[in-house]
């Protein structure tokens, strides 16, 4: 066996890899012996075939499988004796490989692309400026915010005649078909002339409707009428509309209901205290957005300041192979950049963990499962979950392995960003919210 390097570069190694039959015989033969010890070739008991047969049914296989075997461990010694990190894995040069005569050969050369991970300096210190903006809260932000909340927390109540924000509870008849208590979004309705069939409409008020006029949109109408939308076409378009209720959306309205339902019972007892828990709130929710601001703008500073090259045309192709074919590589050249880009930052982010010595214990993964967990709890409309279900469910999220493995990374960002934090300078910058989603 003879390893040769072809070329080498900062970026990319080749190799040739020779192979005589004295390299392979051996591993070919225990694999020959296997399949006459494992295989049913008929007329001979199991075991008990002649050599010569094995071979003529199964000596290209266990050429390839020993051969392979050999490419493996050669590589894998190659890169352990020279001190190499690669990226991916190697990648073989069919052309080469396509000129092996598996049938009737005896030697085999096989040349392999290896990429190297990329040397670069990153000397981080209080000389790297890096902005962090904090959101100005001005009174009209706020009074927004608390309309929010307002509408958010809102409900559904009966009214007298229909307006053009309302929703109608209304039942379609046509023959003997009945189909009750469908709800109609009057702001769905965007033909003025459709819209004025329902305005100051009562309940108990029943008229004729085309609903392909009035219901444009074949998925809503499907939705209302409770059929499959591959039915409309075959259905007459003619109904009797009856409005069974009208219900406008109101704003919730502050009062001790709504304070428990937000805080917690009796936490808020006035108005006034509301206001200064939303403002407590809003200024939180402009922390996450400026802390996410703050962590995009550190990953671009850094990785630029870095500047890693990477051997782009090989991890293209390790990329499809890797993938086996899920993707073109028009889709991969598309992505590339992103990917790129992520592959930079894992990098800096694996190598300042590495010399840092940043460790992720347990409690840091709990705590970060824990805000996840509260955050799904809040999307749910449960803004106050007790301590121990809120871990209970943290701990399960952990255990799930996707779950498990977003929020290990996370906490592998957030160690890294406290680490820049501490050595870089942070610029904090004043900003109006407005001004703040124009930068975002």
């Known amino acids: 066996m003879n390893i040769t390097e072809l070329k080498k570069d900062d970026l990319m190694i080749q190799v040739q890899m020779d192979f005589t039959k004295e390299d392979y015989a051996d591993k070919k033969k225990k694999l020959l012996n296997k399949f006459r010890r494992e295989v049913d070739i008929k007329g001979f008991r199991k075991g008990m075939a002649p050599m010569s047969l094995v071979e003529k049914t199964h000596g290209q296989s266990a050429l390839v499988e020993s051969i392979n075997e050999l490419i493996s461990e050669s590589l894998d010694n190659y890169v352990k004796e020279n001190n190499l990190t690669i990226l991916g894995e190697p990648l073989p040069n069919e052309e080469v490989e396509s000129k092996n005569d598996w049938a009737a050969g005896e030697n085999f050369t096989f040349v392999f692309d290896m990429a190297l991970a990329p040397n670069y300096e990153l000397n981080l210190s209080a000389e790297d400026v890096i902005p962090y903006y904090t959101i100005t809260a001005t009174a009209k932000s706020k009074e927004e915010y608390k309309s929010n909340i307002l509408k958010q927390y809102g409900k559904l109540e009966n009214c007298e005649t229909v307006k053009e924000e309302d929703f109608i509870v209304a039942n379609f008849e046509q023959g003997e078909t009945k189909v009750e208590n469908t709800y109609v979004a009057m702001r769905t309705i965007k033909d003025e002339a459709s819209k ?245």
Request: charged fraction near 35%; glycine fraction near 2%; charge should be negative.
């Open 196 to 440: 004025a069939l329902f305005l100051g409409k009562k309940a108990g008020e029943s008229f004729d409707l085309n609903v392909n006029e009035v219901f444009v949109n074949e998925a809503d109408r499907a939705a209302m009428l409770k059929v499959k939308k591959e039915e409309l076409a075959s259905m007459d378009p003619m109904w009797k509309f009856t409005i069974v209720e009208v219900k406008n959306y109101v704003d919730a309205v502050p009062g001790q209901e709504l304070y428990d339902m937000l805080f917690g019972k009796d936490a808020v007892k006035t108005e006034e205290e509301f206001d200064a828990k939303l403002a407590e709130r809003m200024a939180a929710e402009y922390a996450e957005e400026t802390d996410y601001r703050f962590i995009l703008d550190a990953r671009e500073y850094i990785i630029n300041k870095a500047n890693i090259t990477l051997p782009e045309d090989f991890m293209k192709r390790w990329l499809f192979a890797a993938n086996q074919g899920k993707f073109t590589m028009e889709q991969i050249e598309q992505e590339f950049p992103a990917f790129a880009k992520d592959f930079r930052w894992q990098t800096i982010t694996q190598r300042i963990i590495k010399e840092q010595k940043l460790e992720i214990k347990k409690e840091d993964m709990l705590e970060q499962a824990k805000k996840l967990a509260k955050y799904q709890f809040a999307s749910y409309g449960i803004p106050n979950v007790p301590e121990e279900y809120l871990v209970k469910h943290a701990e399960s999220l952990i255990a799930n392995e996707n779950e498990g493995r977003r929020i290990f990374e996370k906490v592998e960002e957030t160690k890294v960003l406290d680490y820049v934090r501490s050595v870089v300078t942070v610029e904090k910058k004043k900003i109006s919210l407005d001004k703040f989603q124009k930068l975002q």
